[in-house]
């Protein structure tokens, strides 16, 4: 299979996907984030995420609050009303992916 993530932002991201469980993070919410990027992972392109209206997917530019050196253009994915998973996109890969609280 080839996998489409190539690269996680955090650690916290990377334990989320490898099912791993986090302290302070509600089950209910680990297991959305979970089941998105296991999503993101299989898509063959942005397209294959666009095509479920509740990926919300969006097409970012600009600073994230709180993320120093995060790359200023990027993509997001709706995971509750105030977390997404958000990525940059190159070659039909995901790079940078990180669970992120938008609001923040």
């Known amino acids: 299979m080839n ?3 190539k690269s996680f ?4 991201t990377k334990d ?3 099912g791993n469980e986090i302290k302070n993070l509600n089950n209910n919410l680990q297991n959305k984030a979970r089941r998105k990027l296991i999503l993101l992972n299989s898509a063959e392109n942005l397209l294959a995420i ?3 209206r509740s990926n919300r997917l969006e ?3 600009g600073k994230i609050r709180g993320m120093k050196g995060y790359p200023n253009k990027w993509f997001s ?4 009303g105030a977390n997404r998973i958000i990525f940059t996109w190159h070659e039909n890969n995901a790079h ?3 669970f992120h609280d ?3």
Not at 9 to 12: A, E, L, M, S, T
Not at 77 to 80: A, L
């Open 3 to 5: 996998y489409v993530i």
């Open 9 to 12: 932002w955090d650690k916290r």
């Open 16 to 18: 989320i996907f490898d």
């Open 50 to 52: 666009k095509v479920f």
């Open 59 to 61: 097409k970012k530019e």
């Open 77 to 80: 994915i709706w995971v509750d």
């Open 96 to 98: 940078n992916v990180l």
């Open 102 to 104: 938008y609001h923040k």
